[in-house]
């Protein structure tokens, strides 16, 4: 059972323009939430965070938004360039200090950002 | 800069060989994680380590091993390959007490069983 949703297995946008990567959870008991990035044959690298008790965060074109009630996240990227094209992975932490080393993970969205 | 170094970026092994694939990281990390990715599967998780010689099976950790002897390095062992381990194999590590639980991920070993 995915504890960890990303629906949309794929996401295409035109260069310039915005990019809304959703992420979906079920359990409450997660405290921090993280999004990946990865090109193919690399190993992914970590973009944003955002700890449960905030609502927004922020760095240069990426934006991670949390609504805790609907247990949902988002990744927004203003402007999206060619560059971002990449499978983007959502992870959420369990705020368990027996099992909080692991990360929970989504299946991922392919971003593709056109020229 | 955090370094996880996998040793093989491509390997080619036959059905039934015992394979290693090596995980070296620079930063003192107590954790390390091994997982494959498959396409619409996402991560899966097969084994993850918080210290020398502790290990913990994750969600696939059917037909592999571990070995963690040092901190610095994690070893995945197929002890009979098979064609459906053919995967791309990821290392990555952490730091116990961060804050922010950020796994460091190496560059992938892309293993094909034949």
């Known amino acids: 059972d995915q504890q960890v949703k990303q629906n949309s297995p794929s996401l295409s946008v035109q260069e310039g323009r915005i990019s809304i990567l959703n992420c979906d959870y079920t359990?409450?008991?997660?405290?921090?939430f993280l999004w990946y990035k990865k090109y193919p044959a690399e190993g992914p690298t970590f973009l944003i965070s955002?700890?449960?008790i905030k609502d927004k965060n922020e760095d240069g074109r990426f934006t991670v938004f949390l609504n805790k009630s609907a247990k949902h996240l988002s990744l927004h990227i203003v402007p999206s360039q060619p560059g971002d094209s990449a499978v983007y992975f959502c992870?959420?932490?369990?705020?368990?200090?027996?099992?909080?080393?692991?990360?929970?993970w989504g299946l991922g969205t392919s971003l593709a950002v056109n020229p | 800069d955090v370094k996880v170094t996998q040793s093989s970026r491509y390997l080619v092994k036959r059905t039934g060989e015992k394979v290693f694939l090596e995980c070296v990281q620079d930063?003192?990390?107590?954790?390390m994680f091994w997982y494959r990715q498959d396409p619409g599967l996402g991560l899966r998780l097969i084994y993850f380590?918080?210290?020398?010689?502790?290990?913990e099976k994750g969600d696939i950790p059917e037909g592999y091993s571990v070995s963690r002897e040092k901190k610095e390095r994690f070893s995945l062992i197929l002890e009979s390959a098979s064609t459906n381990q053919t995967s791309m194999y990821l290392c990555a590590s952490s730091l116990s007490r961060a804050a922010k639980n950020i796994q460091y991920f190496g560059a992938g070993t892309r293993l094909s069983v034949l």
């Open positions: 955002i700890s449960s």
């Open positions: 380590s918080y210290d020398v010689k502790m290990k």
């Open positions: 930063m003192d990390h107590e954790n």
């Open positions: 992870a959420a932490r369990l705020d368990n200090a027996g099992n909080n080393r692991k990360l929970i």
């Open positions: 359990n409450s008991m997660f405290d921090y």
